[in-house]
């Protein structure tokens, strides 16, 4: 399977990187579903989305401010790392992230969208602006603004729209380049989960790694069964033989 996978790269001039909370998992991170989830022990209506943070900002900020915590203590992992070394394999690549750990821009990728936000940026919720805000744990909960206004993690909540020019751009890769790698993502939550199909109807080839089946699967070229820890090195190391 990585070998065949290898085949369909080495055809392509241009190359784009789907990645989810899977590709952190081997740096500790946890996931949002499946066995040892987030979703398991938390409810994503009391803490993902902007009415909850309306009603009860100090009980969302406590959950961000955990897992804060957890990523100020995580590294990269061997599949970030892979991933970087793919931006310097190929004149077109792109990645595009679901996760807002931060820990694919350690690697020092550049051409990357963190299309659901980054939880060390915050967002004023009076005067909109960002800025990074690195104190783990935070110094005050829920944390403010110099003007006084509460701050909100720069993060796309459920019901929120993701901003529309990483949209236009996300659509633009997804219209022109040629090859996908889709990896640690469960490919259920909306819009990313239809990325795939469009670039697919667009004649594009998919190579999916994950540790199980997902509903990517069917539409891919290929699909591998692994850790993107281990696979997207051997598929690194392949292509670098070739190219
Ligand atoms: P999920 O937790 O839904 O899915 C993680 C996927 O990674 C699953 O399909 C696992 O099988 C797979 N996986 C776990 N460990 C792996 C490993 N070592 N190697 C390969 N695959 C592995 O995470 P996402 O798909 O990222 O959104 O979830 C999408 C969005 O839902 C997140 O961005 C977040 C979440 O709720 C918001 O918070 C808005």
Not at 81 to 97: M, N, Q, S, V
Request: proline content about 5%; overall charge neutral.
């Amino acid at each position: 399977m990585v070998q065949k996978a290898i085949e369909i790269l080495k055809k392509s001039s241009s190359l784009l990187v789907i990645t989810g909370a899977g590709i952190s998992a081997e740096s500790g991170i946890p996931t949002f579903r499946g066995k040892d989830g987030l979703w398991q022990n938390y409810r994503a209506e009391d803490l993902a989305t902007p009415w909850a943070f309306q009603r009860d900002p100090e009980t969302v900020w406590k959950w961000y401010d955990w897992r804060r915590g957890i990523i100020s203590k995580a590294k990269p992992n061997k599949g970030h790392i892979a991933i970087k070394e793919l931006e310097d394999l190929y004149e077109r690549f792109f990645l595009i992230t679901q996760n807002v750990d931060g820990l694919h821009g350690r690697t020092g990728i550049k051409n990357m969208i963190e299309i659901h936000g980054n939880l060390w940026r915050v967002r004023c919720t009076k005067e909109g602006r960002t800025f990074l805000l690195l104190d783990t744990p935070l110094k005050e909960i829920p944390p403010r603004c110099t003007c006084g206004a509460i701050l909100r993690p720069d993060v796309v909540w459920f019901g929120e729209s993701i901003p529309q020019d990483l949209m236009d751009k996300a659509y633009t890769l997804l219209n022109t380049y040629e090859t996908l790698i889709v990896a640690g993502t469960s490919g259920v939550v909306y819009p990313v989960a239809s990325f795939p199909t469009i670039l697919k109807a667009n004649g594009g080839k998919i190579v999916e790694i994950n540790i199980e089946k997902t509903p990517i699967s069917d539409l891919a070229d290929i699909s591998i069964i692994g850790k993107t820890g281990e696979i997207l090195p051997e598929i690194v190391e392949g292509l670098k033989k070739i190219i």
